[in-house]
């Protein structure tokens, strides 16, 4: 087994050899501008990048037309929130959407605010899943768009995403999911699941990094957006820039291994994901699951260890890469805003790991890293004075703490 | 983050884990901090006239929370009271090469050494108050 053991796929994926391969050719031997229309190195170009467009299309049960490629996730937030926002801005100027969100799309909606666009924020369940009736209770007359995301990438929750796509549908709101997390990994249907506009992103999936999608929907209803880099009018005047061919190859084929694979693939990450959460929950007492017990990501487990503190325990594995929801591993010394929004309480916010299996991890390295966890956790409780007072029967929450720091 | 190699040893051989008894009237108790901001220590010291002949410390934090009790046991040791009531935090920043992000992790352990010296005393004070009343 090959140290470190790589279990943070919700923060990035290794890309599939076979997508590697894919790709290649498109850097030296295939190098045409796709918007050359002048000559064959253009019209391979070009025909590559429709084959990936169909690809993505393909995965989502969407059409060709539909898909405007971007940089990445981010880039296709922006321009489905900003893009809708900006068009739509005679008909209303209040969007909804959730606390657990990604920062890319909370942060896109700051920006909107700061415009005088109005938004509705809606606290999630302790799942961190968004209630369709609480959606619809907020939705009014001028809302002109909901984002609600797939799947968390923290917790790895799945949202309601049919009833949401139904309810945006009959109110006449449009609906955007941020499906980073899910795509390839869950089953979608643009249609059945009543999605207006959706994005995706390669390097979430075993493709490349600095490429990804956005779904915009053609039909019943057309959505319009505007342009938020303007330039020479590529995807249909909804994103200009010379089309990056190689990470477009790349995101077609991971988006074409994902649909052909993603039954025995998530069949197997489940069975991973079971294995490891009962063997810990077997070898360590005081743990407990964030996020929705089924309804969540293959792959994702989200724990927290009570009266361990997530970055000395992230220490204390230090062979295996994880992420911590602790306020002491990220940079503004917040815990984790999602955890926060699931009300989590902040002591196992700061105690919480996430854990992600992937396409090419094996048993062996789980059973590794379960080793490796249950060690630390009970070395670092032996030296934890809050597992010396529960071990007394004292209930922490009854005691004032001196805070300040 | 990269840790120092002096945070990683005393993460990885923590001195002095363990717990005093807290009622002994030689030994004193700070608990400082709060779990939902992340850090709690609890260093205790046992004083022999007015030198501290022992100290233990539990930490729940981070890395460096740890490495700040940790090291602050070991300095308490052999202390008189007043020279361990003046260990300033920077000093502990110092010798573990804290990153600014960490230095609330120093400023506890500074918070702990006080907070068990003043529990030793007022333990002291109390026991006076009590000889002179049953006299």
Redesign the interface.
């Known amino acids: 087994m090959k140290l470190p053991i790589y279990l943070d796929h919700q923060a990035t994926t290794p890309m599939d050899p076979r997508v590697l391969e894919a790709m290649l050719p498109y850097f030296t031997e295939v190098f045409g501008n796709a918007a050359s229309r002048s000559h064959a190195f253009g019209w391979k170009a070009e025909e590559a990048v429709e084959r990936a467009r169909g690809e993505v299309a393909a995965l989502l049960g969407a059409s060709d037309k539909e898909i405007v490629f971007t940089s990445g996730s981010t880039e296709a937030i922006n321009l489905a929130i900003k893009g809708v926002a900006e068009m739509y801005a005679s008909k209303g100027k209040h969007l909804v959407t959730s606390l657990a969100e990604h920062k890319a799309v909370l942060d896109t909606h700051k920006h909107l605010e700061k415009l005088g666009y109005e938004v509705t924020y809606l606290k999630p369940d302790r799942s961190a899943r968004i209630s369709p009736a609480e959606v619809a209770a907020v939705l009014r007359p001028d809302t002109i768009l909901a984002s609600f995301m797939w799947a968390n990438n923290e917790v790895g929750t799945l949202n309601p995403i049919r009833e949401l796509g139904a309810l945006c549908k009959a109110r006449g709101v449009l609906f955007f999911s941020d499906a980073t997390q899910a795509a390839g990994k869950v089953p979608i249907d643009v249609e059945k699941d009543g999605v207006d506009l959706l994005c995706l992103s390669g390097h979430k999936m075993y493709g490349p990094k600095g490429v990804g999608a956005l779904y915009v929907r053609r039909k019943n209803p057309r959505v319009r957006l505007t342009a938020q880099i303007d330039g020479g009018g590529h995807e249909r005047g909804m994103r200009s820039g010379t089309l990056n061919v190689p990470g477009i190859v790349g995101l077609g084929k991971a988006c074409d291994l994902a649909r052909l694979e993603l039954d025995a693939e998530s069949r197997r990450l489940r069975e991973l994901c079971e294995h490891m959460q009962q063997r810990i929950e077997k070898e360590l007492g005081y743990v407990q699951l964030n996020g929705h017990p089924s309804e969540r990501l293959p792959g994702n487990l989200n724990l927290s260890f009570h ?3 997530g ?2 325990l992230l ?1 204390g594995i230090s062979d295996v890469a994880v992420s911590s929801g ?4 990220s940079a503004s ?1 917040e ?1 984790s805003h999602v955890l926060r929004a699931m009300d989590v ?3 196992l916010a ?1 105690s919480s790991i996430r854990f992600g299996i992937g396409r090419f991890t094996s048993r062996a390295e789980v059973d590794y890293a379960v080793d490796s966890l249950v060690k630390a956790v009970k070395r670092l409780r ?7 007072l529960a071990q007394e029967g004292v209930d ?1 929450k009854t005691i004032q ?3 300040g ?1 | ?1 990269a ?1 120092s190699d002096k945070v ?1 040893d005393h ?1 990885n051989h ?1 001195r002095n ?1 363990g ?1 005093l008894d807290k009622s002994r009237e030689d030994v004193g108790t700070g ?12 260093l205790q010291i046992q004083v022999d006239g007015d030198r501290i002949v022992d100290a233990k ?7 460096s ?2 490495a700040s009790s940790s090291l602050a046991t070991e300095w308490l040791k052999g202390k008189t009271l007043d020279e361990a009531g003046s260990i300033k935090n920077t000093e502990i920043v110092q010798e573990l090469s804290l990153p600014p ?1 960490k230095i ?1 992790c120093s ?2 352990a500074e918070d702990a050494i006080k907070a068990a010296i003043a529990d030793f005393r007022k333990k002291q004070e109390e026991q006076r108050s009590a000889t002179t009343r049953s006299a």
């Open positions: 009266f361990v503190e970055e000395s220490m602790s306020a002491c591993t010394l815990p309480g902040e002591d700061h032996e030296m934890s004075p809050l597992f010396e922490i703490w001196q805070s720091h | 983050m840790y990683l993460y923590p884990v717990a608990v400082v901090g709060a779990p939902e901001c992340g850090d709690v220590m609890k410390f539990k930490t729940f934090g981070c890395g929370a740890i992000v609330h400023v506890l």
